[in-house]
T-cell receptor, first 114, second 116 residues
C-alpha cells in the first residue's frame, strides 16, 4: 500500500532562515504529490503539487518542492521563512489513476522564532 | 478557483444527540467527496468516500451507523454523527475533487465538534 513519511514531527527555525521539510513516499509508480499547510483550527491550503514534467515545482507563498524519483522524495523548501509560516505542513499522495482520496503523512509542525 | 464550504465551523452538542455537518462545492460539481477526521496534533484520517447518488464507501473501523453520509446532489455531501458521545469529539474536514483542475483537491475549513 502507498504511504507517506514525514520524518520530522516538529521543526523550529529562525525568521529569515531557510527551511526544508522532508517527505518520502512508498509506491510502485510515481504518484501525484502534494504539499498542504494547515493553520490551527483551519482547513488545508494547497501549497503546490507535482504530476509530471519539471521536477522543481513552484508554489504559493514562496514555497517550492523538488521531486527526486531516485530517492522517492518530495521535499518542501523555502529560502527565507516568515513568522506567518508557522503552521502544520502535510505531504500527501494519490495514485496516478482513479478517483481516490489523498493519503497524508503525519505532518510536520513548523515553529518560527525571532 | 474551486471553493468548498463547510458548516458549521464549530458545534457543541449533548451526548446522545445527532449533529449534521454540511460540505458544499460552491463553484464546481463534485461527484466525489471525502470525509476526514483529525485528532489534535495528528494527521488526517480518511473516514469515507462519498459518491453522488450512491452509498458511501467507509474505511475499515469506521462505524457506518454512527457516521451517516449522504451525497444527494453534485454540490452537497452531509455527515451526520448520530448518538454522539464525547469520544466523537474531533475536527472533521471534507474534501472535494474539482475535475476542471487536474487532480485538484479542495478542502473545507473544517468543523470542530465537541460532545459534552
Amino acid at each position: 500500500a502507498q504511504s507517506v513519511t514525514q520524518p520530522d514531527i516538529h521543526i523550529t527555525v529562525s525568521e529569515g532562515a531557510s527551511l526544508e521539510l522532508r517527505c518520502n513516499y512508498s509506491y510502485g509508480a510515481t504518484p501525484y504529490l502534494f504539499w498542504y499547510v494547515q493553520s490551527p483550527g483551519q482547513g488545508l491550503q494547497l501549497l503546490l503539487k507535482y504530476f509530471s514534467g519539471d521536477t522543481l515545482v513552484q508554489g504559493i507563498k514562496g514555497f517550492e518542492a523538488e521531486f527526486k524519483r531516485s530517492q522517492s522524495s518530495f521535499n518542501l523548501r523555502k529560502p527565507s521563512v516568515h513568522w506567518s509560516d508557522a503552521a502544520e505542513y502535510f505531504c500527501a499522495v494519490v495514485p496516478n489513476s482513479g478517483n481516490t482520496p489523498l493519503v497524508f503523512g503525519k505532518g510536520t509542525r513548523l515553529s518560527v522564532i525571532a | 478557483g474551486a471553493v468548498v464550504s463547510q458548516h458549521p465551523s464549530r458545534v457543541i452538542c449533548k451526548s446522545g444527540t445527532s449533529v449534521k455537518i454540511e460540505c458544499r462545492s460552491l463553484d464546481f460539481q463534485a461527484t466525489t467527496m471525502f470525509w476526514y477526521r483529525q485528532f489534535p496534533k495528528q494527521s488526517l484520517m480518511l473516514m469515507a468516500t462519498s459518491n453522488e447518488g450512491s452509498k458511501a464507501t467507509y474505511e475499515q473501523g469506521v462505524e457506518k451507523d454512527k457516521f451517516l453520509i449522504n451525497h444527494a446532489s453534485l454540490t452537497l455531501s452531509t455527515l451526520t454523527v448520530t448518538s454522539a458521545h464525547p469520544e466523537d469529539s474531533s475536527f472533521y474536514i471534507c474534501s472535494a475533487r474539482d475535475l476542471r483542475s487536474y487532480y485538484g483537491y479542495t478542502f473545507g475549513s473544517g468543523t470542530r465538534l465537541t460532545v459534552v
